[in-house]
């Protein structure tokens, strides 16, 4: 298969920076010879098999582990016993390959020769239906195709039945590496069209409890919210390892979810409470795998009315959070405390635990006695710590005055929707790397009319110097860097997100099962599982 070279910047080394070894427990070192059923527990399934509903990360699970993207973030080699760190790399999933044209109008992609779960071959009118009604059903999907650079209003142009070029009003520096995303999910459309109605012209009601596309996989069961379960399409004519059949269970309760690893009945796990990852490092026959990250842990709010409209009351709260004690209290020590909003930029003020200045500023925007607050949070993003996390917080902001009501949300879709929406007032939130170029993941939530960007900040200089940032070209380091600190700093000025925690990706699996490591996305592709 052909590698392709993500179009990434120099901020990506700075990032790297914040990149420590990653290791795993190696209670017992004998290899799987043969794996033919692997069982995953996780916090949380998503309400359908498309992004649509978006379930947070229950749908990236889901998503990313069927894998019927274009393309895909490389996989490092894993021994089962430890994890690489993550790729700045994509190659090709679906796709042979994708490459910008010869006169820099879009991007060439050749399709594998792949066949879906009913017998039909993949083929261009498939990437073009699927892009087509996936900005229907999802507009985040829309924004997304748009910030990468594609021309949402005429994206697809067939070649032949094998070749598409995805057209283009710029190339910036993550528009190839964009085709991994979740979101860009290919059916088949031949099967799919049989189920559009004039009601839903997507077929996304039959498409999100059934599996028309070119995983590899055959839905056996899907019960939302609760489990999936698929076996191998013998037919499938793709890479995948040993693995049979993959069983996905949400499973709530961390203790149990400890219990079934602790047994063997489960075989790849993740979302403990962290001081949960140190007891099962002592588990035979179980490896924790802890591995880099790029991902953090945050705290957005919602800066349209109320105290928190003013930006020295966000500064107030900021420098009103230890976070180092949060590490310490919350994830037993499996991550590091942010000093700014980006890993790898220079260190914020606001950042600096300061329990006085804190209240000096609540003093002088007309908060001296407080006011309260509404946090909410939820166990299914970013995981149980979440819990952990907001009663510290409420405890350290009674400390300056603010009276914190916390709110728990348990459903995964729900609290997407909420997020979406801006039904919040503050939340706790984890900001996956769904692509990696800091070009795109500042512009999800900090751009001037990005679908995700709901906390009402927006900064005309931010937009200019991230729109600057994704055309400069990867050999540039010096200007990319310098751009994403001056980012970073009007970012926290602002302070309509404080990032918290630069976290790892922590996962369980069973000693020797090769492939399951987390992807630079944080999920695992189960056609990986054995190989």
């Not at 794996?35 to 889901?62: E, K, R």
Request: glycine letters at 8%.
């Amino acid at each position: 298969m052909k590698r392709l070279r993500l179009l990434t910047g120099g901020a990506a080394a700075a990032l790297a920076l914040s990149l420590v070894a990653c290791g795993g427990s190696t209670s017992q070192t004998a290899a799987v010879q043969s794996v033919d059923n692997v069982v995953v527990a996780v916090g949380a399934l998503p309400d359908s098999l498309t992004p649509a509903p978006w379930g947070g990360s229950a749908s990236h699970v889901v998503l990313s582990g069927l894998g019927s993207q274009l393309l895909e973030y490389k996989p490092g080699a894993s021994d089962g016993k430890s994890c690489p760190a993550p790729t700045t790399e994509v190659s090709g999933r679906l796709a042979e390959s994708a490459k910008p044209s010869a006169d820099g109008t879009g991007i060439v992609v050749t399709l594998r020769k792949l066949t879906s779960q009913y017998g039909n071959t993949l083929s261009a009118e498939d990437v073009r239906w699927s892009l087509d009604i996936g900005m229907k059903r999802q507009p985040v999907m829309k924004g997304t195709l748009k910030s990468s650079g594609f021309n949402i209003d005429n994206l697809v142009k067939v070649i032949d039945d094998h070749t598409v070029q995805l057209n283009t009003t710029q190339l910036t520096s993550y528009t190839v590496q964009s085709l991994q995303n979740n979101l860009f999910y290919i059916h088949d459309s031949v099967e799919a069209k049989k189920h559009v109605t004039p009601d839903d012209p997507t077929a996304n009601a039959w498409l999100s409890k059934n599996l028309a596309d070119y995983s590899g996989w055959k839905l056996e069961e899907f019960t939302p919210g609760a489990s999936l379960t698929v076996t191998a399409d013998p037919k499938w004519e793709g890479e995948r390892g040993p693995v049979k059949r993959v069983v996905v269970k949400a499973v709530q309760s961390t203790a149990t979810r400890s219990q079934l690893v602790e047994s063997g009945e489960v075989q790849v796990a993740n979302g403990f409470e962290y001081d949960q990852y140190k007891s099962l490092e002592k588990t035979p026959g179980v490896t924790v795998l802890n591995c880099p990250s790029q991902t953090r842990d945050t705290m957005m709010f919602n800066t349209k009315t109320g105290p928190l409209a003013d930006p020295r009351v966000r500064h107030a709260i900021s420098m009103a959070i230890d976070r180092n004690a949060l590490v310490r209290g919350a994830y037993a020590g499996f991550g590091e405390a942010a000093t700014s909003i980006f890993p790898g930029v220079d260190a914020s003020a606001v950042y600096k635990f300061d329990q006085a200045g804190a209240k000096k500023l609540l003093a002088d925007a007309g908060y001296a006695n407080g006011f309260p607050l509404t946090l909410s949070y939820s166990a299914t993003r970013p995981g149980p710590v979440a819990a952990k996390s907001a009663v510290l917080i409420q405890s350290m902001l009674k400390e300056v005055g603010i009276d914190v009501q916390l709110q728990n949300v348990a459903s995964s879709t729900d609290f997407s929707t909420a997020l979406l929406e801006g039904r919040y007032q503050a939340v706790l939130y984890s900001e996956p790397i769904v692509i990696a170029d800091p070009a795109f993941y500042s512009y999800a939530f900090y751009g001037t009319g990005a679908p995700s960007n709901t906390t009402g900040w927006s900064n005309p200089d931010f937009d200019k110097a991230r729109a600057e940032l994704a055309a400069t070209p990867d050999t540039q380091t010096d200007k990319r860097t310098a751009l994403l600190n001056k980012m970073a700093g009007l970012v926290d000025d602002g302070a309509p997100i404080l990032s918290l925690v630069e976290t790892k990706g922590v996962l369980v699996a069973k000693t020797g099962l090769t492939g399951a490591v987390p992807l630079t996305n944080g999920q695992i592709y189960f056609n990986a599982l054995g190989r």
